[in-house]
């Protein structure tokens, strides 16, 4: 410290602070308040020395820590004494490249009000460009090849600024200083229009000719910031129709993007955190309830009472609709189960037979991600798809450790790269069913090791033997572990409430693998992330022929009935179906493993009820069996109860499966078959947490699984749970389905190698 009380400091701040405006920030707040020294990027983060007054420097601390940009997320801060130096300015030095890696990427920013407002304005320089962008907002983690964060190492590389847009770049007090994608029309990527076969389209006003391609009912690839999404008029219902038939997506729901929110109000019912999320940074897919008279054509989401709703977060997606059509359906472009394309050639070998034209740019994308999803339910944003927006965004863990990498699951997969107290999870890989997912899940799996400059200790993976994710694992020259399915979902549930006390978890889903070999899904734990009892679980019932009646869920309702009456009732549903061969299976307990899932008695109750005997989407039955009940709940109930099996408490089934086919039988009507069992499932579950309370002494209960997308369950448990004294904790930053797995497999994989897990224990 010198006699007049100056002094130097050294903080060291990391987390999300490159490529938010962080530095130019730092700069203004130092310059305002005579600090001298410098800030630069480094690949642990970023380093700052401010020399200064005494009370200069700890007012310039406190606003670095309370006030950050917008957009930065410190995760840590540290500062030290250091010897003064000889200096009359603060400066921006240039990023540092070492080994040692503890910043992080930020994900891709939806367009901001200002760039948003200079792409409409004739007079700036930017009018109608697709790819404007500042600090606030545009493409971060799809373009990054490596730490730090700097345009020599993402895909605007090839792109050389030009004077103005240089000037910009190197202006410490210009709202694009060090803006990575920054470009304009004179030095930047630009757009391009395709038709089918990849020839190019002569066109004076490229976005334009596009726009009016799908009002003329065209369907349009269109390359946004993680990948191709196809385009048809939402508004049309036979483009509609012909892009289901092109694709061969029959019923799932298309997401529709919308030109604000004003035309949002117009089909949807919305409300004050729902439009928060929908013109939020992270610009999620937003699932809403339909409006009474949505103008929409019923084939863009047949049979459901939601809409998958995005407002434009590009600016190329935001000149799209600036034209007609309004409403855009936008559906990843990808062949059926397999990832999303971005690759340009890619994308026209591919798509060639589905899309009329191909909207294109020449900007790389280096990381495709996929749209995230997300549901307002009981008073909080929750994920549905974590992925553009969020990803590569931690989630920020209570202890650090050793790094490891978990693989999640077969279904939804997401990996997750534990690095000191961030869990770092991927973007949606998809469904590991093919080789193309396979190459997908590899390559991210490299790139997050390489970004982050990560060894991990080891791998941990789901106990399923037949998992790509357990066979890609197996490869791996490093220690594995092996997880149970539903502990990792409990697991994730805690991590992100930040909870090391032992919880009651309500695990509900279609498929996890058992120790015992049977096929899990309907699971009350009592533990923590280090180990786990088995205290009760739904009635283990046949699923005749495994997988296909995943598909078929008539034929888990045939084995259900099987085992819950003493003669197969004749009903509706069974009319038109192989059921004499299923039965013989049942019969001869061929390819009949036992199940406790409870996504697969959802399917069953819909299938019995009459509502669904084929579905063409994962959870088709279970979302139609929900809407069936039209909100509400009913005030009866069905037959269940809880027998003492093997040292395990077992929710009894059969009574209720039986009840279920006699009030089809007698004439019920679907909308109330629905509203008694969802009273009877929440009963069933709260009379077995109470027991379960009353046993270890708990007053946490945790909720987790696919399951608990349904939105009346979700939100009835949450008030019932609440109302009688219990602390409930659910998911809101990652999925509660399978899209979170990795990051539960990842903390118990920590207790692991602290020696701290004791895994499940099952006294069934």
Known sequence: MYPDGTRRIRITVNGIVQGVGFRPFVYRLASTRSIQGFIRNTPSGVLIEAQGAGETLDGFLMEIERHPPPLARITALETVAVSCEPCSCFEIDLSVHGHEVETLIPPD??????????????????FGYPFINCTDCGPRYTIVESI???RPFTSMKEFVLCPDCGEEYRDPLDRRFHAQPNACPACGPAVMLLDSSGNRIAADRVIREASAML???????VKGVGGFHLAVDARNGSAVRRLRDRKAREEKPFAVMVRDLESVRQ??????????????????IMLLEKRAGCPLPEIVAPGNDRLGVMLPYSPLHALLLEEVPDMVVMTSANCSDEPVLHDDADAVRRLGGIADAFLVHNRPILQKCDDSVAIHLSGALRLVRRSRGYVPAPVLLDEDGPPLLATGGELKNTL???????AILSQHLGDMKNFETWQFFTAAARHLQELFRTSPELVVHDLHPGYLTTRWASMQPLPLLGVQHHHAHLAACLAENGERSPVIGLLLDGTGYGPDGTIWGGEVLIGDCAGVERFASLEAMPLPGGDAAILEPWRAALGYLYRSCPEIPDLPFLRDVMSGEVTELLVRNLYCPETSSCGRLFDVVAAVAGLRNRVFYEGQSAVELMQAADGRLGSGRFSCGVEMRNGRLVMLVAPLVRDVASAVGEGMPQGEISRRFHRTLCDMLLDITRRASSVAGIRTVALSGGVFQNSLLFETLVAEFQASGYRVLTHMAVPCNDGGLSLGQAVIGREYLKGRYKGVIDNG
């Open 109 to 126: 920013i939806a367009l901001c009000e200002s760039c948003r407002s200079e792409l409409f304005d004739s007079r700036n320089r930017r």
């Open 267 to 284: 089909i949807c019912v919305v409300g004050s955190d729902e439009a928060a999320a929908l013109r939020s940074a992270e610009a999620p």
């Open 148 to 150: 730090p964060y700097d």
């Open 215 to 221: 009002k003329a009912g065209k369907i349009v690839a």
């Open 416 to 422: 997750c790269l534990l690095h000191g107290r961030n």
